[in-house]
């Protein structure tokens, strides 16, 4: 499977979506809080990054959006004292709401510790974004919105790539908007 077969079969009404949901949470001033694990994770930094350091402070897109894999310490206490499977769960708990969105990234839709995270916005009521590969895993049933990659399994860089991407289209439509 190739890179450009793959970016060719993106939805663009998925991704439409996505930005639709981005600018309600943007009006109403709700946060997106974004997860992943090793690579997924440094995506989800990345759209932090790109959303807060990039558009945010030029005025662009005000946004308030959490990557919860970037605090090693609060991680790795979860992680040690209560179990790995609940890192963001349990830093959902007491802040999310129902107009927030939960942002998940998972080539394989099935790690506990997004799955967890996932079931506890479904009890709140919040949006769940789902990025996933392979088959999908169980993220893809559970998510509101499904930005789905299909690859046979263990295809994580091409995964990987296209989370990326799609980061990069909604952030290059925006800088273009100016």
């Known amino acids: 499977m190739k890179l450009n077969q793959l970016l060719n079969a993106v939805d663009e009404n998925i991704v439409a979506d996505i930005v639709d949901k981005f ?5 109403t001033k709700n946060t997106i809080y974004i ?9 989800a930094s990345h759209w932090t990054n ?11 897109l ?3 959006i959490k990557s919860l894999a970037d605090n090693v310490p609060v ?11 609940n890192i963001f769960k349990l830093q959902l708990q007491d802040i999310l709401t129902k107009d927030d969105i939960v942002f998940a990234i998972s080539c394989s839709g099935t790690s506990p510790n997004i799955i967890n995270a996932v079931k506890y916005a479904r009890e709140v009521g919040a949006t769940i974004i789902g990025a996933t ?3 999908g895993g169980e993220l893809m049933k559970l998510s509101d919105i499904k930005f789905h990659v299909q690859t046979p399994a263990g295809e994580y860089g091409l995964v990987e790539d296209v989370h990326m991407i799609l980061d990069h289209i909604i952030y290059s439509y925006y ?4």
């Open 175 to 178: 800088m273009q908007k100016v």
């Open 50 to 60: 790109d959303f807060s350091a990039g558009l945010k402070r030029r005025g662009i």
């Open 75 to 85: 991680c790795t206490a979860i992680a040690n004292d209560i179990g790995y499977e």
């Open 62 to 64: 005000s946004i308030d």
């Open 133 to 135: 590969g392979f088959d």
């Open 35 to 43: 997860i992943g694990n090793g690579g997924s994770a440094a995506t």
């Open 23 to 27: 600018e309600q949470v943007a009006k």
